[in-house]
C-alpha cells in the first residue's frame, strides 16, 4: 500500500554482552569481602546468642560465687566475674536476650509505623501526604532520645516501655526513607508502562512499587538497628530498663563503672561486645548499600 | 611537526584487580590547526582516548603501553605535575553536558577568569579578558551573563561560556566530547559553526568525539572510525564518505540517512498520491496548561490507521505532552481526543481501561521502562495478567511468540533487565506493548537512547512489524533523521503549536515553514553533497 | 522576600506548638495517672491517704481539673516562661532549669563547635587523601565513631585519662579540666554523624562533570577541592546543621550523668526517674526549641548560601 523507497538496512547484530547478575553473583560478590563475613558472622552469633545463651556458656548468670570474686577475664571466665563472682560473658549472653528482644519489638513498630505512614504518604500525594509529613515533621522536632524519655516517663521503666519508646522514636526517619522511595519508583517509565498496560493501582503497588522501593528501607532497618540498640542500651544504662538482678547490657556497663579502677573489664567488655554488634550492623547496611547500587 | 603524536596507546580500566582494555593498540597524529575527528559507538574508546590525551582518566583508567607526545611532552606515565602543565594552557576540553559542566555555586564570569588566572595574568585585568572570551565564544551581553550564576543561562550559553573557558587558556589543541549532543539540533548547528570558525581563525587544533558520523564528517579534516577500543578507519572524511575501506563504516554510512543518500534526507515512504486511511487517532484543538505555563495551544494531530504520525520538534515544544494527552496519562485543559471511534478526552482511568488494548505505549529511556525485578516473561505477560486474558499456560506461549515477533531468543524468557542491552530492552518493552494486540503503539522517542546501529535495528524491527500486523503508530522524536526513516506523515512543533504537518516527503523536500527549515538544515550530513 | 522569612518564622512557631502539644499528650494523657506515678515514685501507698489528703494535693498540682483545662492552663504559662511546679521539689520549674542551664549550654556549645570542626576536617581529609589505605581507614573511621555507645566513650576516656594519666578530673561541673572529657565524648558521636555526610557529599561532587572541567582548566587537585567541591559539598550538610546541635543537645543527658555534672541534662533523667511530669515536659519543650530554632535559621540562611534557590521558592505551610 505504502512506497518502500529504500531497503531497509541489514546489519549484524552488534555483540551484546551479558552481565552475571542476581542472586548468584551477590552471593559470590559477597563472599569475596571478609570484613563483611566477620561482621555477618558476629551479628549471627548475637542473635543465636540472644534466643539459645545456654549454648554457648555453661555458667548461670544470676549463680553467685564469692570465692570468685572479681577475676580478670581468663580461661575460666572469658569476661571475668563481678563482685558477687557472677561470670560476665554469660551475663552479658542473657543480656542479649533481653536487649535484642527489645530491638527487635522497637524495628518492628517503626517498621509498622514507618512503612505505613511513608506508603501511604508517597502513594496518595496530595493533602494526605501534607498532613503525614507534617506530623513526621513535628516527631522530628523533639530530639529522638528526649521522645523516648517522655514516653518512659508515661509508660513506666522496664524492657518492652523501652522498647516502644525507641521504636517511636525511629519511626520518623523510616517514614521518610520509604516515602521518597514510593515516590521515586511511583513516577518510573516501568510503572506507568505497567499503569499503559491497564494495571491497577493496587497491582502497581504491590507488584512494581514496593519491591523496588524495599531495597533502601531494609538498608535503613538494618542501620536504625544499630540506632535502636544505642538507644536502648543509652535507657537502660540511665536506669530505665530491667529490674535487678536481670541485666540488659546497657545495666552491665553501668553497673561496672563503679570499679573501674580496680576490674575495667566489668564495664569496657560488655561496652565492646555491643560497639562490635552495632559496628557489624552499619558495615553490613553500607554493604547492602554499595551492592544494590 | 606534529601537536600530538600517539604511537601504539593501550589504556585500560583496573576493576577487580584486572585490567580491562579500553583503547588498544591507537596510532594517532595531530598537526596544529587541524581538526580531526574520532567517531565510534558506545564502548569504542573514543571517550577513553580523549581522557587520556588531557591526562584526566577516570579513578582505575591508566596507560599500560605506548606512547602520547603532545606539544612534545610525554603524557603516558606522567605525573600530575607534568599534566597539570599541560591542562589549560596546551590542552583545552570542551564536556559533553553543558547543563552540569559548569560549577553551580560560581559565577559565570568567575569560572571564565580563573582559567585566564592561570596563565598569570592579574585578578581585575582576567575578569575584563574573562568577558572578551565569553563574547568570542558568541555569549551576546557578556558584561551581564559574567555576573549570572550557571542556572540563569539555557543549555546553549552554558555550552557558549564551556567553550569561552577552553578559549581562555590559550590552547593550541581543544578537545570536544561530544560538545552539543545534550543540546537541541538548532541550537548544535550554530555553535558547532562557531566553534569552527573560532579554532580556524586562530590556528587552534580540534579534536572533535562524537558517536555521529555526519557531524564529523561535515566538520573534520580528518576523521578516525573507532571501535572496540581500536581504530577501524582513517582519512580524509571525503574519501572515507565515497569509498570507505571498512564493512564497519560502510554500515555507519549506512545508518546515518543523510550519509546514505549524498547529503540529503530521503524519505523511507512516499504517500504523497496516496489516499489516506481512515484515523484511529484524531487530537482536535488540544490545550494543556500547567499553572501559568502554556504548554499546548490548539494542537490537531491525526494518526490514519495503519500509518505512522511523527511528532517532531525540539524540546519544551510539546510533543511529549501531546503524546501523554492521547495516551489518558495526562488530561487536555481544553480540546477533544478521539481513539478509534470513541471520544476519551474526559474519561476517568477506570473507564478509558478498556481502551488500553486499542493503544500502548513505548518509552524513551530502555534502562527505566522495565522493572529490574520482573523476567522478561513477567513483563510480557503482564498486560495480559491485567486484562486476565487467558490462562498462565496460554499467556506463557504468547509470550514465546511475542519474543519470536521481536526477534529475541524463546531462552530470554527468564532474564532479568540487568542481563541486557539497552536494544534487547527496547525490544522487550516493544514485545510488552504488542501483548494485548493494540491497533496502536504511542512510540516516545523509542531510539533517541541507543547507538545508531541498534538504532536502525529497531526501527527496522517497527516497520516489519507495521507491515506484518497492521499497526498505527504516532511516533515522537526529536530527530528528524529517525522520522524520515520511519514515519509516512508528521507534524512539526514548536512552542506547544503544530507548525506545519502533512506527509515526510512534502515537508522534508519542500517545507513551508521557516522553522522546518531550520532544523532539516541542522540535520548533519552536508558534506556527502560534494560527492 | 518578606513573606518568605514570616512565613518560616510561622511554620517553626506552628512546629514547635504541634511538638509540645504531642508531648503534653504523650505525659497527660497515656493511661499512668501522674498523681499516683508522684505517689508510687514518693513510696506513699495512695489507700493511706484520706480523699480529702489525695484531694488538697491534687488542687496543689492542678491535676484535678479536666486534661484539657490543664493542658490550656500549662500551654499560656509556657508563654509567660511558667513551666509549673515540679513535683519532687515543689519549686518552679523554669528557677529549676535556670539554676542548670549554665553548665549544658557551655557544653553542648563547645561539643557542637568541636564536632563541627573535627567532622569537617575529617571529611576534607578522607575525600583529598590519595594514598589508598590512608583514604580507607579515614572514610571507615566515621562509621566507628558511630558505633559506640556515648557512656561506653565517657567510660573508657574516664579510665584512661583519668584514673591512668590523671589529666582531667572523673568529675565535676567547674573549670575547663572537666569539661574536656564531656565535650570529647559529644564530639565523637556528632562528628563522627557529620563527617559521614560530608564525605558522601563531597565523594558525589567530586563525580560532577563541573570537577572535570575545573580540572581541565589547569588547577591543582587543592585548588579544585577548595574553590570548586568544598561549597557544594557543604551546602547539602547544612541542613544536618540542626541535627548536630540537637545531638549535642540530648547527649548531655548521658554524659551529665556519666560525670555527674549539675546541668538540665542529669535534671532530665533524674525527673525522669522520680517521673516528675513537668520537669520532663520543660527539657522536652527546651531541646525542640532549640532544634526548631537552629533548623530556622538554616532555612533562612540557605537561600543567602546557595544561589540556585531563591527565598521565594520556598513553600509554605
Known amino acids: 500500500m505504502t512506497a518502500q523507497v529504500v531497503e531497509p538496512v541489514v546489519v549484524d547484530a552488534p555483540t551484546e554482552?551479558?552481565?552475571?547478575?542476581?542472586?548468584?553473583?551477590?552471593?559470590?560478590?559477597?563472599?569475596?569481602?571478609?570484613?563483611?563475613?566477620?561482621?555477618?558472622?558476629?551479628?549471627?552469633?548475637v542473635l543465636i546468642s540472644a534466643f539459645r545463651p545456654g549454648w554457648f556458656t555453661g555458667y548461670d548468670p544470676y549463680a553467685t560465687d564469692p570465692a570468685a570474686a572479681m577475676l580478670p577475664p581468663g580461661a575460666d571466665h572469658l569476661f571475668g566475674t563481678d563482685i558477687y563472682g557472677r561470670d560476665l560473658w554469660s551475663r552479658v549472653l542473657h543480656g542479649s536476650a533481653l536487649t535484642i528482644r527489645a530491638t527487635l519489638i522497637a524495628l518492628g513498630i517503626a517498621g509498622v509505623a514507618g512503612l505505613g505512614l511513608g506508603i501511604v504518604s508517597g502513594f496518595f500525594a496530595g493533602i494526605t501526604d501534607s498532613i503525614l509529613m507534617r506530623f513526621v515533621d513535628v516527631l522530628l522536632a523533639i530530639p529522638g532520645l528526649l521522645l523516648a524519655l517522655s514516653i518512659v516517663t508515661a509508660l513506666g521503666y522496664g524492657t518492652l516501655p523501652v522498647a516502644v519508646a525507641v521504636g517511636v522514636g525511629i519511626v520518623p526517619g523510616f517514614a521518610r526513607t520509604t516515602r521518597a522511595e514510593v515516590l521515586r519508583v511511583k513516577t518510573l517509565p516501568y510503572v506507568e508502562a505497567a499503569r499503559a498496560g491497564g494495571a491497577s493501582w493496587a497491582r502497581v503497588l504491590l507488584r512494581h512499587i514496593l519491591p523496588n522501593a524495599w531495597?533502601?528501607?531494609?538498608?535503613?532497618a538494618v542501620l536504625d538497628a544499630g540506632v535502636a540498640i544505642i538507644a536502648?542500651?543509652?535507657?537502660?544504662?540511665?536506669?530505665?530498663?530491667?529490674?535487678?538482678?536481670?541485666?540488659?547490657?546497657?545495666?552491665l556497663i553501668a553497673d561496672g563503672r563503679n570499679y573501674l579502677i580496680t576490674s575495667w573489664w566489668l564495664s569496657l567488655l560488655p561496652g565492646v561486645f555491643v560497639a562490635l554488634l552495632v559496628l557489624s550492623l552499619n558495615h553490613l547496611s553500607k554493604t547492602f548499600q554499595e551492592l544494590s547500587r | 611537526m606534529t601537536l600530538v603524536s600517539i604511537t601504539g596507546l593501550d589504556v585500560g580500566y583496573l576493576r577487580r584487580r584486572q585490567v580491562h582494555p579500553a583503547v588498544t593498540g591507537l596510532d594517532l597524529n595531530v598537526a596544529p590547526g587541524e581538526v580531526v575527528a574520532i567517531v565510534g559507538e558506545s564502548g569504542s574508546g573514543k571517550t577513553t582516548t580523549a581522557n587520556a590525551l588531557i591526562g584526566l582518566l577516570p579513578a582505575g583508567g591508566r596507560i599500560t603501553?605506548?606512547?602520547?607526545?603532545?606539544?612534545?611532552?610525554e603524557t603516558a606515565g606522567a605525573g600530575e605535575r607534568t599534566l597539570r602543565r599541560l591542562r589549560g594552557s596546551v590542552v583545552g576540553l570542551i564536556p559533553q553536558d553543558p547543563m552540569v559542566g559548569l560549577n553551580p555555586t560560581q559565577r559565570v564570569g568567575h569560572q571564565v577568569a580563573e582559567a585566564v588566572t592561570l596563565r598569570g595574568v592579574a585578578k581585575p585585568a582576567a575578569y575584563a579578558e574573562a568577558i572578551t572570551f565569553l563574547e568570542q565564544a558568541g555569549v551576546p551581553d557578556p558584561e551581564l551573563r559574567a555576573r549570572q550564576y550557571p542556572h540563569e543561562l539555557s543549555g546553549g550559553l552554558r555550552q557558549r561560556a564551556l567553550i569561552a573557558i577552553a578559549l581562555a587558556g590559550r590552547p593550541k589543541l581543544i578537545i570536544a566530547d561530544e560538545p552539543t549532543s545534550a543540546l537541541d539540533v538548532t541550537v548544535q548547528k550554530r555553535i558547532l559553526d562557531h566553534l569552527g570558525g573560532l579554532v580556524r581563525d586562530r590556528g587552534i587544533a580540534l579534536l572533535i568525539i562524537t558517536h555521529d558520523l555526519a557531524v564529523a564528517a561535515d566538520r573534520a579534516d580528518r576523521v578516525v572510525v573507532m571501535r572496540h577500543g581500536r581504530k577501524v578507519e582513517e582519512g580524509d572524511p571525503r574519501a572515507i564518505l565515497r569509498d570507505p575501506a571498512q564493512a564497519y563504516t560502510?554500515?555507519?554510512?549506512?545508518?546515518?540517512?543523510?550519509?546514505?543518500?549524498?547529503?540529503?534526507v530521503v524519505p523511507r515512504f512516499d504517500v504523497r498520491d496516496q489516499p489516506q486511511p481512515a484515523p484511529i487517532l484524531t487530537l482536535t484543538g488540544v490545550g494543556k496548561t500547567f499553572g501559568t505555563f502554556r504548554a499546548l495551544d490548539d494542537v490537531s494531530v491525526t494518526v490514519p490507521r495503519g500509518r505512522t504520525h511523527a511528532l517532531v520538534g525540539e524540546s519544551g515544544c510539546g510533543k511529549t505532552t501531546t503524546l501523554r494527552i492521547a495516551l489518558g496519562l495526562e488530561s487536555a485543559t481544553s480540546?477533544?481526543?478521539?481513539?478509534?471511534?470513541?471520544?476519551?478526552?474526559?474519561l476517568s482511568w477506570r473507564a478509558f481501561r478498556p481502551l488500553r488494548r486499542k493503544a500502548q505505549l513505548v518509552h524513551q529511556d530502555p534502562f527505566a521502562t522495565l522493572d529490574p525485578k520482573f523476567t522478561v516473561g513477567q513483563s510480557i505477560t503482564e498486560p495480559l495478567q491485567s486484562f486476565r486474558v487467558g490462562t498462565r499456560r496460554s499467556r506463557q506461549a504468547r509470550a514465546r511468540e511475542l519474543l519470536d515477533q521481536v526477534a529475541l531468543p524463546v531462552s530470554y524468557l527468564d532474564r532479568l533487565p540487568s542481563e541486557l542491552s539497552g536494544g534487547q530492552r527496547q525490544r522487550v518493552a516493544i514485545a510488552r506493548a504488542l501483548a494485548l494486540e493494540p491497533d496502536l503503539i504511542m512510540l516516545d522517542e523509542p531510539v533517541s537512547a541507543l547507538d545508531v546501529l541498534v538504532q536502525e535495528q529497531i526501527l527496522g524491527l517497527l516497520a516489519d512489524l507495521q507491515r506484518d500486523l497492521g499497526l498505527s503508530y504516532l511516533f515522537v522524536s526529536h530527530d528528524l533523521a529517525v522520522v524520515a526513516s520511519l514515519a509516512h506523515t508528521v507534524s512539526v512543533m514548536n512552542g506547544g503549536r503544530v507548525v506545519e504537518d502533512g506527509p515526510v516527503a512534502t515537508v522534508f523536500t519542500n517545507p513551508a515553514s521557516e522553522y522546518t527549515r531550520e532544523l532539516i538544515d541542522a540535520i548533519p550530513g552536508r558534506r556527502a553533497d560534494a560527492l | 522576600m518578606t513573606r518568605y522569612v514570616v512565613g518560616r518564622v510561622l511554620q517553626a512557631a506552628v512546629v514547635l506548638w504541634a511538638a509540645y502539644t504531642l508531648t503534653f499528650a504523650i505525659l497527660y494523657l497515656l493511661p499512668s495517672d501522674p498523681m499516683q506515678l508522684q505517689l508510687a515514685a514518693a513510696g506513699v501507698q495512695e489507700d493511706s491517704l484520706t480523699p480529702e489528703q489525695l484531694a488538697g494535693m491534687k488542687a496543689a498540682f492542678g491535676l484535678d481539673r479536666s486534661v484539657g483545662a490543664q493542658y490550656w492552663h500549662h500551654l499560656t504559662g509556657v508563654l509567660h516562661g511558667d513551666f509549673g511546679i515540679s513535683l519532687t521539689t515543689r519549686q518552679p520549674v523554669t528557677d529549676l532549669i535556670g539554676a542548670r542551664i549554665g553548665p549544658t549550654l557551655q557544653l553542648s556549645a563547645a561539643a557542637a563547635v568541636t564536632a563541627l570542626l573535627f567532622g569537617s576536617v575529617l571529611a576534607y581529609l578522607a575525600t583529598f587523601v590519595r594514598l589508598g589505605p590512608l583514604r580507607v581507614l579515614l572514610t571507615r573511621l566515621p562509621a566507628v565513631g558511630a558505633s559506640f555507645p556515648q557512656f561506653f566513650i565517657a567510660l573508657f576516656l574516664i579510665q584512661f585519662f583519668s584514673f591512668q594519666l590523671g589529666w582531667f578530673p572523673a568529675t565535676g561541673t567547674e573549670g575547663i579540666a572537666a569539661l574536656v572529657m564531656p565535650v570529647l565524648t559529644i564530639a565523637v558521636l556528632a562528628s563522627s554523624v557529620l563527617a559521614q555526610v560530608l564525605i558522601k557529599s563531597f565523594d558525589e561532587t567530586l563525580r560532577q562533570p563541573y570537577i572535570v572541567t575545573a580540572r581541565a582548566k589547569g588547577?591543582?587537585?587543592?585548588a579544585v577541592h577548595l574553590k570548586h567541591a568544598l561549597r557544594n559539598a557543604a551546602l547539602p550538610a547544612m541542613t544536618l546543621l540542626g541535627v548536630?546541635?540537637?545531638?549535642?543537645v540530648t547527649s548531655s543527658i548521658v554524659t551529665e550523668t556519666v560525670f555527674t555534672r549539675e546541668g538540665v541534662g542529669r535534671l532530665a533523667q533524674e525527673a525522669v526517674l522520680s517521673q516528675d511530669v513537668p520537669v520532663v515536659l520543660a527539657v522536652v519543650t527546651l531541646a525542640a526549641t532549640v532544634f526548631v530554632l537552629v533548623n530556622l535559621i538554616v532555612d533562612l540562611l540557605y537561600p543567602l548560601l546557595d544561589p540556585r534557590i531563591t527565598a521565594g521558592e520556598g513553600t509554605l505551610l
Open chain 1, 17 to 45: 554482552t551479558r552481565e552475571i547478575s542476581g542472586l548468584r553473583a551477590t552471593t559470590a560478590q559477597l563472599i569475596r569481602r571478609p570484613l563483611f563475613l566477620i561482621a555477618a558472622a558476629w551479628v549471627a552469633f
Open chain 2, 65 to 73: 603501553a605506548g606512547s602520547a607526545i603532545i606539544d612534545g611532552v
Open chain 1, 215 to 220: 531495597g533502601p528501607v531494609a538498608v535503613l
Open chain 1, 232 to 251: 536502648i542500651a543509652s535507657l537502660s544504662f540511665l536506669g530505665f530498663g530491667a529490674a535487678p538482678p536481670a541485666a540488659e547490657w546497657g545495666t
Open chain 2, 335 to 346: 480540546g477533544s481526543v478521539v481513539l478509534d471511534g470513541t471520544e476519551t478526552a474526559d
Open chain 3, 219 to 222: 588547577l591543582s587537585r587543592s
Open chain 2, 250 to 264: 560502510r554500515t555507519l554510512i549506512a545508518a546515518a540517512p543523510r550519509l546514505a543518500h549524498g547529503g540529503r
Open chain 3, 244 to 248: 548536630i546541635i540537637g545531638t549535642a
